[in-house]
């Protein structure tokens, strides 16, 4: 069974430009969640979606934004993207929604870097 | 101040040795506890999970909690360099996950 799926595993963007990321979730599961990962501030939530509907949401300005496909896939957005932005992006996917996170399962991330 | 701290080492020790890695949380609605494994260039994956204050073992595994003094542990008997790896912490409380910022381990052979 194939695990969760991310790409592009690498971006390279600059200041002011905006980014599309991709999560193809495990078959089966049905909630997606995205997590930022810097090395000072570790991993933060970011957002949570399931049934297409967003769940939960971090602390993260307005210019980070989600959404969820019909299919579960999800794609995470950032516009204006600024220098702090650069970080390694990561999904999990699970069968339920809400952190039962022992049936958290996370792709190999995207690894942002803004110039 | 961060609701979950973790020293971030790194840590280095020599093949066999017992590894002690480390987590202290500041808010008492932490509810489970688990710690996960992440090698360079890939994704956490869960190691231990639990909801209890005390022991509990997988393998060469020890998760410890001690709810009374909000702190937790990971135990790695007879370490291996395959066990070279970043170590992170996390809890759950209303249902959100945090993390804390991850111990960078290194096994010496």
């Known amino acids: 069974k194939a695990g969760v799926t991310q790409t592009p595993r690498y971006l390279i963007k600059t200041r002011g430009q905006q980014v599309t990321l991709s999560c193809s979730p495990i078959?089966?599961?049905?909630?997606v969640s995205w997590y930022q990962q810097t090395p000072g501030q570790g991993l933060q939530f970011l957002f949570e979606?399931?049934?297409?509907?967003?769940?939960n949401k971090g602390n993260f300005p307005g210019r980070f934004s989600g959404r969820q496909f019909s299919n579960s896939r999800s794609e995470m957005n950032v516009s204006t993207l600024e220098l702090g932005d650069s970080a390694l992006y990561l999904c999990?996917?699970?069968?339920?929604?809400?952190?039962?996170?022992?049936?958290?399962?996370f792709g190999s991330g995207t690894q942002l870097s803004v110039l | 101040q961060k609701e979950v701290e973790q020293d971030p080492g790194p840590l280095s020790v020599p093949e066999g040795a017992i590894v002690s890695l480390n987590c202290t949380y500041s808010?008492?609605?932490?509810?489970?506890f688990m710690w996960y494994r992440q090698y360079s260039r890939k994704g956490p994956e869960l190691l231990m999970y639990?909801?209890?204050?005390g022991n509990k073992e997988d393998g060469r595994f020890t998760a410890q909690v001690d709810k009374s003094s909000k702190y937790i542990s990971l135990f790695i008997r007879d370490s291996q360099p395959s066990d070279s790896a970043t170590y992170l912490c996390?809890?759950?409380?209303?249902?959100?996950?945090?993390f804390g910022t991850g111990t960078r381990l290194t096994i010496i052979p």
């Open positions: 999990a996917s699970s069968l339920v929604s809400g952190a039962g996170s022992e049936k958290l399962f």
């Open positions: 078959s089966g599961h049905r909630s």
């Open positions: 979606y399931f049934s297409e509907t967003q769940r």
């Open positions: 808010n008492s609605a932490f509810q489970y």
């Open positions: 639990t909801y209890s204050s």
């Open positions: 996390a809890m759950i409380k209303n249902e959100k996950l945090t």
